[in-house]
């Protein structure tokens, strides 16, 4: 009877969509729809939830799908929600941009519609850019917020909507919850698409000019630049947003043997030379390592579809391709600028990098033994861009970055940036290079001067309702019942930023962190491991994220170190149990 009613419910409202509110296209979907019940459950049974990010879902017709009716109520709420806040100024701007996915740019142009409609000055780029490029372009041209079209790394099937706020980054509480709200109050009937396009003004090619530039002015070793001009670089843009301004950046940095994959320069949404267009993925940078086989290439970097993350392959100590995790890499470019820095006389004792919560320790460690600053996070760029706002007119951000492959440098963008770290990394290899090393030699140099630091990461998939419920047990189970000793070390601290506490077990001292909260739990046993447990917020998933360190005596241990860590890293996974 249940289960019957519910259908009846679903029917009702995709038969909704079969009315004059809706295009012909839309209506013919939906009524094809109806003929396939499963379908029909999966695209009706509820509303695509506008979260704290925006939008992200599958494409489709269907009020659980991310269409031009789905983007636009978003952008109706949106809308009135910025004519609330900035009611005082004679003019609310807005940049939109989308990236190379399939419907992107109609969306971008739904959206740009809907917000002319409610009388909002629009800046759109006349084609894909990448999403830190959007924030870049808030903050240069006055605006009160922005949109990007993009599902950044997801599958081909997917789009998505991301939100940003006046200072270019994505929204944080109170906006992003007051902004759910508002987008909830609002109907298809509600929506305005069609505004005056004297309202809408295209914005390009002058915007790529100063935002590279911008990139630019960070150089810190213009001279290594130059003497190395020549190291063989292997990039490609997995079919995305990166493909014209991360060559143009390395060019004007002064690197002139880029090579390409030209397959891959295609943007296309359909992602064809890939599985998965997320550089998280090994196989995503399989086409360019071969290609760096084939032409003895320095380094290779692959950026994701919308170029906020980036990935990156070096030579080992043997010549073989070895890839970085989000981690190596971070440390890798906190290394550098701090050490740039210090060389230059930019240290001024006022200086900070931020991380997020999930990130390596090593890159504190870093900071701390120069005497800067290190600011965690929650997990989220937006979390960094906040400590960067607050931090503004009394300290100096010199660079930040998190573990799923974003990393961040200056202050004129304020997310992740693949443009602005491909152009950074390009230059660390350079600077390397002028000392006879790699990009590798690098990394052992931080691990010698350091301790060797490995992460892992795993994640545990629990779909539907059972497996949501099945998450939030294990969750509560960690808090309830806390291990004592993990891989036979005890645990001597515990913090949970759902309570906002930290417990300092051998003591028994609790104090409280400051930081918005969040389902998240860490474990810190006495020899240095960290091992964090979160909920994931945009999946049916619950993460692990686990880290371990020693000491390095020499290069030539680095493998034998390694794989005791490697060890250890399993002792830890078997304890644990992610799995049940």
């Not at 740009?112 to 084609?127: E, P, Q, R, T």
């Not at 399989?286 to 084939?294: D, F, G, W, Y």
């Not at 949501?468 to 070390?489: C, D, G, H, L, V």
């Not at 077990?505 to 964090?532: C, E, H, M, N």
Request: hydrophobic letters at 35%; one cysteine or more; charged letters at 20%.
């Amino acid at each position: 009877m249940e289960e019957r009613e519910m259908l009846e419910r679903i029917q009702a409202r995709a038969k909704a969509w079969t009315g004059s509110a809706f295009d012909e296209e839309t209506r013919n979907q939906v009524q094809n729809l109806m003929q396939h019940t499963n379908e029909l459950i999966d695209s009706f049974y509820k509303d695509l939830e506008f979260g704290t990010g925006g939008l992200r879902g599958l494409m489709g017709p269907g009020t659980n799908r991310v269409n031009r009716y789905t983007v636009g109520m978003a952008t109706q709420g949106l809308s009135q929600y910025l004519k609330k806040n900035f009611s005082s100024l004679p003019e609310i701007r807005v940049v939109v941009g989308h990236d190379s996915r399939n419907n992107s740019a109609l969306f971008a142009r739904t959206v740009a519609g809907v917000f002319a409609a409610n009388g909002i000055k629009v800046f759109l780029f006349d084609a894909l850019r990448p999403t830190p490029e959007i924030s870049f372009a808030i903050r240069h041209l006055g605006c009160q917020g922005g949109v990007v079209i993009t599902a950044s790394h997801n599958p081909k099937e997917y789009n998505g909507y991301k939100a940003y706020w006046s200072d270019g980054a994505q929204v944080i509480p109170p906006h992003d919850t007051n902004i759910i709200h508002e987008v909830g109050q609002v109907s298809v009937q509600d929506v305005r698409f069609d505004g005056p396009e004297d309202l809408i003004t295209q914005i390009g090619e002058e915007i790529d000019q100063i935002y590279t530039d911008k990139i630019v002015s960070l150089s810190l070793s213009p001279e290594a630049i130059a003497r190395n001009r020549n190291i063989r670089i292997v990039y490609t843009p997995i079919h995305g947003t990166g493909v014209k301004l991360i060559p143009m950046c390395l060019n004007k940095l002064g690197f002139n043997n880029i090579i390409h994959i030209p397959e891959q320069d295609v943007p296309d949404g359909n992602f064809p030379t890939v599985k998965s267009p997320n550089p998280e993925e090994p196989a995503a940078l399989n086409m360019a390592i071969q290609k760096a086989r084939e032409t003895d290439a320095d380094i290779v970097m692959g950026s994701d579809p919308d170029a906020d993350r980036i990935g990156l392959a070096v030579k080992d100590t043997s010549g073989n391709w070895v890839l970085l995790n989000g981690n190596q890499a971070a440390s890798i470019l906190i290394y550098y600028l701090i050490r740039r820095w210090k060389e230059t006389g930019k240290l001024q004792g006022k200086e900070y990098i931020v991380k997020t919560i999930v990130t390596s320790e090593l890159l504190s460690d870093i900071a701390t033994r120069s005497g800067v600053a290190s600011f965690d996070v929650l997990t989220g760029f937006k979390w960094i861009a906040d400590i960067i706002a607050q931090k503004e007119g009394g300290m100096t951000f010199i660079g930040g970055g998190e573990e799923s492959y974003g990393y961040l440098c200056g202050t004129f963008v304020r997310d992740k940036d693949a443009v602005m770290s491909a152009s950074l990394f390009a230059e660390i290899a350079a600077w390397a290079a002028d000392q006879g090393k790699t990009l590798y030699d690098i990394l052992l140099d931080i691990y010698l001067e350091f301790g060797l630091y490995k992460e892992t990461g795993i994640s545990v998939v629990k779909k539907g309702k059972s497996g949501a419920e099945e998450i939030r047990q294990m969750m509560e189970s960690y808090r309830q019942s806390p291990p004592k000793t993990i891989n036979q070390t005890p645990v001597v601290r515990i913090m949970d930023y759902q309570s906002l506490t930290t417990t300092d077990l051998p003591s028994g001292a609790v104090t409280r962190i400051d930081s918005p909260a969040s389902d998240v739990l860490q474990f810190f046993t006495g020899d240095g491991s960290k091992i964090s447990v979160r909920p994931s917020g945009t999946e049916p998933k619950i993460k692990y994220y686990i880290g371990v360190r020693a000491p390095l005596a020499s290069r030539e241990e680095f493998a034998q170190t390694n794989a005791l860590l490697e060890q250890k890293i399993q002792g830890i996974v078997a304890d644990l149990n992610p799995s049940v």
